[in-house]
């Protein structure tokens, strides 16, 4: 065998390897940025479920005072709480893994859970609400009749 051709053997796989390295090390840093896309998307879902729900409760609390009003039970001043835009946006360092974008998920899917929890508890407070409201309807309408008598 002459030297180019043993060159030749030798060169072989170490193209292939510096390939296989090459590809490895670009899906790793294209995996590593779409990972950081996908957490940073779920940090601002997160952060707007946090001030969705701030809302929601602050609506909770109007509703519970209509209803003292409406029942002539003492009421106390709603504190409506302001985000500032510190607040909103957190600077929190979180890992770029899998794992975190799980933990985000999570996250996420019980904040859901939590509002559909609120909606039903708001709704019935506000069928409670309508109905006081009709029944002092209907006591208005019968008081008028009885002042025509």
């Given at each position: 065998?002459?030297?180019?051709?043993?060159?030749?053997?030798?060169?072989?796989?170490?193209?292939?390897?510096?390939?296989?390295?090459?590809?490895?090390?670009y899906?790793?840093?294209?995996?590593?940025?779409q990972?950081?896309?996908?957490?940073?998307?779920?940090?601002?879902?997160?952060?707007?479920?946090?001030?969705?729900?701030?809302?929601?409760?602050?609506?909770?609390?109007y509703?519970?005072?209509?209803?003292?009003?409406?029942?002539?039970?003492?009421?106390?001043?709603?504190?409506?709480?302001?985000?500032?835009?510190?607040?909103?946006?957190?600077?929190?360092?979180?890992?770029?893994?899998?794992?975190?974008?799980?933990?985000?998920?999570?996250?996420?899917?019980?904040?859901?859970?939590?509002?559909?929890?609120?909606?039903?508890?708001?709704?019935?407070?506000?069928?409670?609400?309508?109905?006081?409201?009709?029944?002092?309807?209907?006591?208005?309408?019968?008081?008028?009749?009885?002042?025509?008598?």
């Open positions: 065998m002459r030297k180019s051709d043993i060159l030749f053997y030798l060169l072989i796989p170490s193209l292939v390897a510096t390939s296989v390295f090459t590809g490895y090390t899906r790793k840093v294209v995996e590593q940025e990972l950081e896309e996908v957490i940073a998307w779920n940090t601002k879902q997160i952060q707007s479920l946090g001030v969705a729900a701030t809302i929601q409760s602050t609506n909770a609390e509703i519970i005072q209509i209803l003292n009003v409406l029942e002539d039970r003492a009421d106390k001043p709603v504190e409506f709480t302001q985000l500032s835009q510190d607040q909103s946006e957190s600077k929190e360092e979180v890992l770029v893994t899998f794992e975190q974008v799980n933990k985000d998920q999570r996250e996420v899917d019980l904040g859901i859970r939590a509002f559909a929890s609120n909606e039903l508890f708001q709704a019935e407070a506000l069928d409670n609400v309508l109905s006081i409201l009709k029944g002092k309807q209907n006591e208005s309408v019968a008081f008028s009749f009885a002042l025509e008598d």
